[in-house]
């Protein structure tokens, strides 16, 4: 028949320990209709509805509140396993077994304050669980695997709480949108064909004590106006194949903070943040993963601005740990080693780089392709093979109250005007300490302390219009300054001793040596040369 039981307008029924079979061939099983305050417990109900067609289900109410559906097994429903609809508010599902369901093991079709305990949704040939326009739906301790689509899907269904749940094998995790106020909490979400958890244009959502691992694709995206997120202490791991296993991603999100989480072996990058603004990266273990630690960029015409990464731990990344192609990002306090390429890779313009503590990495340690940077107060420990800072084709970068040892050159500025560097501590770096060539021209070197370094201590090549002010230039295995193929460039009140040699000009042109201090150089103390 139409129906394998229809309940109209009974209200505080109770119907337990019964089973409830068909032969695949009606449109529902149990329909409770405009029914309150029932309870339909410790039952079977197996093949109730035809396969396809309209999605009633196998249990099924409409315009029904606070009932509680408790300890059922439903089989191989030809719709939903269990289909709340039309207003049917407060209802409590608890420890139903819910398998083979044709569409979804449960569905809630507007219809608020629902509670959905210790439950298992599996092997539904739609998704696990599919709320639509329900508020204030609880969805806790369930476990939903191996089903077709997605284990929990969501649309337009305010102050949501997803928690407890052991979410797997399904082809994509959760999927939550249009959905603001949602809270993600204590999950286990793993092995997905695709991806692990999906916000769209949902915001204030929070995300946090969730374990997220082993999904083929990323593990965490919030995308389209997810903004003022909260993603806090979960741990993502294992994610991924090739470029598709970021830990987390945000893609048009503004002032979300990511805090405290573990984020380590990802087949592709850490955090990538893509068009997004003003959010904060703070209090990270970022580790071993397959490309970036983290990576900021903009898609054009949309810009990332105003970014913060702040108290990081990034290291042993497989290419660069913080990758910024933003503007105004700040990078301040993080700890940076052992990654395979850049500590710190800068194209956007007016980049802060603070306080960061940046060890062996094995190309440079701060790398700035990007005007108006300012790298300040920050402990550098280069590779032996590449540059401690570099800074290429940019515009008047600040470089200063740095500590920067153990590099093959320690600053190397190259084709940028206008740079500033002051008051660092260059030291032991195999080549020279400070380097500037290639059209570097109204550079400021003043009041550094440069030693120790394996070639000439300050060398300008093809650099007009320098400023050589107050600097200590010690105990170097070249020139303590070196000026070739330059004009105009004033060498004033600077101290030279213990160097191989002191000051040498060649082809430096209207270069004035005003006011030195040279004493105790191995070789000559001013050389001037031509060609």
Not at 81 to 98: A, F, P, Q
Not at 221 to 227: H, I, M, R, T
Not at 492 to 515: F, H, I, M, Q, R
Request: net charge negative; charged share 20%; hydrophobic share 30%.
């Amino acid at each position: 028949g139409k129906n394998l039981v229809l309940i109209e307008e009974s209200n505080g029924f109770l119907i337990e320990n019964s089973v409830f079979k068909d032969t695949s061939s009606g449109d529902n099983g149990i329909y409770v209709k405009n029914t309150d305050s029932a309870i339909f417990q410790d039952n079977i109900v197996k093949n109730s509805a035809a396969d396809g067609g309209a999605d009633y289900g196998g249990i099924y109410l409409t315009g029904s509140s606070s009932n509680l559906i408790k300890n059922n097994s439903i089989i191989n429903s030809g719709k939903s396993g269990i289909h709340l609809k039309s207003s049917s508010e407060d209802n409590k599902i608890y420890g139903n077994t819910v398998t083979q369901s044709q569409y979804s093991g449960l569905y809630i079709q507007s219809s608020s304050g629902t509670l959905v305990r210790n439950n298992t949704f599996s092997d539904s040939g739609d998704h696990g669980i599919k709320l639509s326009s329900s508020d204030s739906t609880i969805v806790d301790n369930n476990t939903l695997d191996s089903n077709s689509d997605y284990g929990i899907y969501v649309s337009s269904s305010e102050d949501l709480t997803i928690k407890s749940n052991s979410v797997s094998d399904n082809n994509a995790g959760i999927y939550v949108s249009n959905s603001d106020d949602a809270i993600l909490s204590l999950n286990t979400v793993e092995d997905h064909t695709t991806y692990g958890v999906y916000f769209a244009d949902s915001k204030r959502v929070k995300v946090k004590k969730n374990v997220i691992k082993t999904n083929n694709d990323d593990a965490l995206v919030l995308s389209s106006n997810c903004d003022n997120a909260f993603i806090d202490n979960n741990t993502l791991k294992n994610n991924g194949e090739t470029d598709a296993g970021r830990a987390i991603r945000l893609y048009e999100v503004d002032n979300t903070i990511i805090y405290n989480n573990s984020i380590q072996s990802n087949d592709y990058s850490g955090i990538v943040i893509t068009a997004s603004n003003s959010n904060s990266i703070v209090h990270n273990t970022i580790k071993g993963n397959g490309k970036y630690g983290i990576s900021i960029t903009n898609e054009l015409p949309l810009i990332s601005a105003n970014n913060t990464i702040k108290d990081n731990t990034i290291n042993d990344n497989a290419e660069i740990a913080v990758y910024i192609d933003g503007i105004y990002t700040k990078l301040i306090n993080n700890t940076i080693k052992y990654n395979e390429k850049d500590g710190i890779h800068i194209l956007g313009a007016r980049t802060t780089i603070q306080q960061n503590n940046i060890v062996a990495n094995e190309e440079n340690a701060i790398h700035v392709v990007g005007n108006n940077a300012l790298v300040t107060s920050n402990t550098v420990e280069g590779d032996a093979s590449e540059i401690a800072i570099l800074v290429i084709n940019s515009r008047s970068p600040t470089i200063t109250n740095n500590t920067i040892e153990g590099g093959e050159q320690g600053i190397k500025i190259q084709n940028t005007t206008h740079a500033f560097v002051y008051n660092n501590t260059v030291k032991d770096n195999s080549g020279y300490g400070i380097y500037l060539l290639m059209g570097s021209h109204s550079g400021q070197v003043k009041y550094n302390t440069v030693k120790s370094n394996g070639d000439d201590g300050i060398y300008l090549h093809s650099s007009n219009l320098a400023e050589v002010l107050g600097n200590t230039i010690q105990d170097n295995n070249g020139y303590g300054i070196l000026a070739s193929s330059s004009k105009l460039v004033e060498f004033k009140s600077n101290t030279l001793t213990e160097n191989d040699g002191g000051v040498k000009y060649v082809d430096c042109d209207y270069c004035n040596l005003t006011s030195m201090t040279i004493i105790d150089n191995g070789g000559r103390g001013i050389w001037f040369s031509s060609g």
